[in-house]
């Protein structure tokens, strides 16, 4: 039998990092990003959302609204590349042109 738990909108996640994480930071998980509710601590447990649109940092390529985009970790930024980069949710904005900048992504 299932017991509920939570909506599952927002995670706690344990911080096991000896670095903070800042509010607004993308927190990567094996099969996909999160976005820091709050300020987690290092060794705490703090508020991850799973869902919901982000203004996240996109690399220097075109993405078209309704691409699946994955988080390049390295770069620290959205792209639609997934080679060995985390899914990240469907960009909800067209992105024109090869300057890096933002993107609106729905994450989950």
């Known amino acids: 039998m299932a017991r509920y738990i939570q909506n599952g909108k927002t995670i706690d996640y344990p911080n096991t990092a000896t ?3 800042a509010y607004g930071d993308v927190v990567v ?3 996909r990003i999160g976005v ?7 060794k705490d447990v ?5 869902t919901g649109v982000y203004e996240l940092p996109c690399a220097g ?25 985390t899914p990240a949710g469907i960009a ?4 024109t042109g090869t300057a890096a900048g933002t993107l609106a992504v729905r994450i989950g």
């Open 61 to 85: 390529e075109a993405i078209g609204f309704g691409d699946a985009v994955y988080w390049d970790a390295t770069a620290g930024a959205i792209t639609k590349t997934a080679d060995s980069n």
């Open 29 to 31: 998980l094996p099969t």
């Open 19 to 21: 670095k903070e994480i």
């Open 36 to 42: 820091a509710a709050a300020t987690i601590p290092a």
């Open 92 to 95: 909800v904005e067209e992105k």
């Open 46 to 50: 703090g508020a991850v959302d799973l």
